[in-house]
């Protein structure tokens, strides 16, 4: 299958470690996976700071780098959040309703890593090979916008060697929120101290979820600490092998 | 202008334009047509109603009360009464005097089994609403055919036009610490005996 | 004379809409209390718990949802008919409607209410219209003494306090604050009370009861209206309600307009989803259902006062006006995480957590409360919680997108804008934001607003490629 990466700005620049682990392993499954160029940032900070205005040559631009693509890929329950569910809405927000149903046909065939190896690629056991003890957030994003469910969980539980232990408290949001973050510091901090209070009493090594960004948000928290306990996209745990 | 044209002028330039609505559905159980009593007896007992399932109301009643004095509506069946009981008739007693009795006995309207609630609706067997209210103990007297499995067959039976009060338990507050207290203003403890025999008026 | 096109919020100077600080300065407060901190985190995860069994239990919960959902835009679509079906049946069946533009109106009108009556004291159900409008500054100020008679509105009433939560007022109280402000301000208290929740609550049933037997007037909210008969509903626990609705000779119930329902057989959803969303219960103790008067029984002069207060203004926004659906169980402040560790005086409104969130700022204008629609991460939670399936994130959203924006702000947002539409620039940004990184201290130090990350959180080191250079040259 002909696979589209949108990266996210934040993996781009960020966290190319995780794009480049969604390539891997999607090219390991015996897949073709293309980059468009022209695509940059989705425009969910903007459309979720209150910037819709701002955010609509982002929409158009990503619409219009992604329209050509059957079937396109994030590594972020995030991202793909905002193209399914405020995309169209922005551009009908605009009055260009031809722009808001290409938006609404885009999303059709944007997935998340794990609903497209799940769902549409129709695999679980991916051939990973990870022998760390591992815990897993659900992002918010993923799991109350996208419904991922147990997806994550079932690609985890297929992987040799990696010892999954479950975080309590697992759904409750780890306080990143975007500019809520920023805006809302000492609030998100509290957030942040229960969450990496849950991942600690896990005892796991490495603390794992869909999203760069709450893994940034958390990872940061744990690192501030010199907790030892590192962050890790789902991707690269898929992607590794015992090659690797 | 006054303010009732004031704010339906508001509302309707609020709305005008809208796009009608799709209908309302209506795809929720509306429950058994038999009602299961034994489900009712669980529900009650779960909010701390204590249940008595008997034939013999007035041997229920004499045990619960002993001597007491208790208000009764003015239509409530005599026989339920036991003859050790002094029964205070609601002819419009004066509050203090209903507050001050022992305990109060009425019938009911409906009982909602799937949320083990009884429902009174002031008809002369079940009285004002401040004699069920003031009083310290109260025995409802249920029979069968007024038991309905949900609430919406509750609301099908019930008449909107005379004062309504469902009681689910006693009285209770979660106030403190969100943690359920039984007794604060209303009756403090719930009786209901459930008769088998159908309601004899 | 108003101007009907113009939405008319909720006033300033009256009732209790508008906080005196932003959300993020009155969260720090709150969030440096260790005390409040476990009281909001007890009761919270206990309801939450609660709730989840009792929703569980229901086959058809998510359809009852859906019914709620839609019976809510129904009556939304058809106010104007409804209310003024309420009000033809409220007098047919003896009763008088009063209609009310805002606060002021409202408490002018109750105000006069009771002084022709000549008492100088009402007893009070938990409301949260009269909160909203201060009606009991106004009473107090005309020599009226208001007496909250829901446990916890008198914890916070006779504690001098501000309610924190839409069910549970004194939320942030914990049974030891209780008891120590029962043995502070409570009249005739036993000083042997200990801290024990029915011995607290049996102290309550004491002190109020001859206040019951001895007000002759009763002011009251309304959880339903129905416009097909006139029926009024409270929903309540403890016989406080009971009580105010059946003893006084006068009730007078403020209400606000989109608590009317369109016929009899729609309390049968909204009496299975507000109970279990609410207090986790079934069923909750008592709901009293009384339509105009009735004689012989309980009061024999009964006033309806429609209450907008700028709901109207929030019916004109298609976006925002579902946030008029809510049945005020506080589900959505129950699974709050933002609630629960900053509670509910931070939102500065009587009207916390997610639903005051998107409540306030649209009663009053979203000048009044601008830091509220950011008081979230935008978790999703709420929406999931919420039994008329409100979209509080999406309404959080749209509400940002109106709210005043600082200027260094939108500066830097638009540069952004920019930049992100044109890829080589984006790329330049990419590679100079790493080469600043890396010449400047890592992780640490970044300036304001970006200081509110550092201060908590470390950045991760940047990467030696972007992931674009990364396949560019692979």
């Known amino acids: 299958m002909r696979i589209a990466l949108f990266v996210t700005c934040l993996a781009d620049t960020m966290f190319p470690a995780a794009a480049k682990a969604t390539v891997r392993l999607l090219e390991r499954l015996g897949h073709e996976v293309v980059f468009p160029t022209g695509q940059t940032c989705c425009g969910q900070m903007h459309i979720n700071t209150g910037y819709q205005a701002d955010a609509l040559p982002l929409v158009r631009r990503h619409v219009r780098t992604f329209d050509p693509y059957d079937v396109v890929v994030a590594p972020s329950g995030s991202c793909v959040g905002s193209v399914r569910h405020q995309h169209a809405m922005v551009a009908a927000a605009a009055g260009d309703r031809s722009l808001a149903a290409r938006a609404e046909s885009v999303a059709g065939r944007t997935y998340e890593l794990s609903e497209l190896l799940v769902d549409v690629l129709e695999v679980e056991d991916v051939g990973a090979y990870y022998p760390h003890r591992v815990t897993y957030h659900p992002t918010c994003h993923s799991l109350r916008v996208l419904r991922v469910g147990d997806k994550p969980l079932r690609l985890l539980r297929r992987v040799r060697g990696l010892d999954l232990v479950e975080l309590p408290a697992a759904e409750q949001c780890c306080g990143f929120g975007g500019t809520f973050a920023v805006k809302n510091a000492d609030t998100s901090t509290a957030m942040l101290a229960d969450k990496m209070r849950h991942v600690l009493a896990t005892g796991a090594d490495v603390c794992t979820a869909g999203d760069a960004s709450c893994l940034m948000h958390i990872g940061g928290g744990l690192a501030r600490l010199r907790a030892g306990v590192r962050t890790v996209h789902l991707a690269e745990i898929l992607a590794s092998t015992e090659a690797s | ?201 | 004379m108003t101007f009907l096109g113009m939405p008319a919020r909720a006033p300033r100077g009256v009732g209790n809409l508008r906080g005196d600080e932003s959300f993020p300065d009155a969260a720090r407060t709150a969030l440096a209390d260790p005390q409040l901190r476990r009281n909001l985190r007890h009761a919270t995860t206990t309801i939450r718990g609660k709730t989840d069994r009792v929703t569980a239990e229901l086959p058809d919960w998510q359809e009852l949802r859906a019914v709620g959902a839609a019976l809510k835009a129904y009556t939304m679509a058809h106010l104007p008919e409804l209310l003024e079906r309420l009000e033809e049946r409220v007098t047919a069946a003896g009763g008088t409607v009063h209609w009310a533009a805002d606060a002021n109106e409202a408490n002018r009108i109750v105000t006069e209410l009771v002084r022709a009556t000549g008492q100088q004291r009402v007893i009070k159900v938990k409301s949260m219209a009269t909160q909203e409008i201060g009606l009991n500054e106004a009473l107090a100020a005309a020599g009226i003494q208001p007496v909250e008679t829901d446990l916890a509105e008198l914890i916070v009433q006779l504690g001098r306090d501000r309610p924190s939560h839409i069910l549970v007022p004194a939320i942030h109280r914990n049974r030891a604050e209780i008891r120590e402000i029962f043995l502070r301000e409570m009249p005739g208290v036993d000083p042997a009370l200990t801290d024990d929740p029915p011995a607290l609550a049996a102290a309550a049933r004491r002190y109020l009861r001859e206040t019951f037997l001895s007000t002759p007037v009763a002011v009251s909210g309304a959880n339903f209206a129905v416009a097909e008969t006139g029926t009024l509903a409270v929903v309540e626990s403890e016989g406080n309600g009971r009580m105010c609705l059946t003893l006084p000779e006068t009730l007078i119930t403020v209400m606000g307009i989109e608590k009317v329902v369109p016929r009899w057989r729609d309390l049968e959803v909204f009496l299975q989803l507000l109970p279990r969303a609410s207090t986790g219960e079934r069923m909750n103790p008592y709901t009293s259902m009384w339509t105009g008067v009735t004689a012989g029984d309980g009061p024999q002069a009964f006033h309806l006062v429609l209450l907008d207060n700028g709901r109207s203004a929030v019916l004109a926004d298609p976006v925002g006006r579902s946030a008029l659906h809510c049945i005020r169980c506080s589900a959505c402040l129950n699974v709050c995480p933002v609630y629960e560790r900053a509670g509910g005086h931070a939102y500065g409104s009587v009207y916390p957590g997610p639903i005051g969130a998107v409540l306030s700022p649209q009663l009053t204008g979203v000048e009044d409360n601008a830091s509220l629609p950011y008081a979230s991460s935008l978790c999703g939670a709420c929406f999931d919680a919420c039994p008329v399936k409100i979209d509080i994130p999406a309404i959080l959203v749209h509400l940002r997108n109106t709210a005043p924006h600082p200027r260094s702000e939108r500066a830097a947002m638009a540069a952004a804008a920019y930049t992100m539409d044109r890829p080589v620039l984006y790329a330049a940004a990419q590679r100079a934001a790493r080469l600043a990184r890396i010449v400047g201290r890592r992780g640490r130090g970044l300036p304001p607003p970006l200081s509110g990350w550092t201060a908590s959180r470390d950045l991760p080191d940047p990467p030696s490629q972007t992931f674009r250079d990364w396949w560019a040259a692979r």
């Open chain 2, 1 to 201: 202008m006054n303010s009732r044209d004031l704010i339906l002028g508001r509302i309707r330039a609020a709305i005008a334009g809208d796009a009608p609505l799709p209908t309302v559905p209506r795809d929720y159980r509306r429950g058994a047509e038999q009602p299961d009593l034994d489900l009712l007896v669980e529900r009650l007992a779960d909010y701390g109603v204590v249940v008595h399932r008997t034939n013999d109301v007035a041997a229920a009643i004499a045990a619960i009360l002993g001597t007491g004095q208790v208000v009764v509506p003015p239509g409530l069946p005599p026989h339920w009464l036991p003859s050790g009981v002094r029964a205070l008739v609601d002819d419009g007693l004066p509050t203090d005097r209903v507050a001050a009795a022992d305990g109060v006995v009425t019938a009911v309207a409906v009982a909602v089994a799937e949320t083990g609630t009884i429902v009174l609706d002031a008809t002369p067997d079940q009285g004002r609403r401040l004699i069920s209210l003031l009083p310290d103990l109260h025995v409802c007297v249920v029979h069968p055919e007024q038991v309905v499995s949900s609430v919406p067959r509750a609301l099908d039976r019930l008449d909107p036009h005379r004062p309504l009060t469902w009681i689910s338990g006693p009285s209770a507050t979660s106030d403190i610490e969100l943690d359920r207290v039984a007794g604060v203003h209303g009756p403090r403890t719930l009786h209901v005996i459930l008769t088998e025999a159908p309601h004899d008026h």
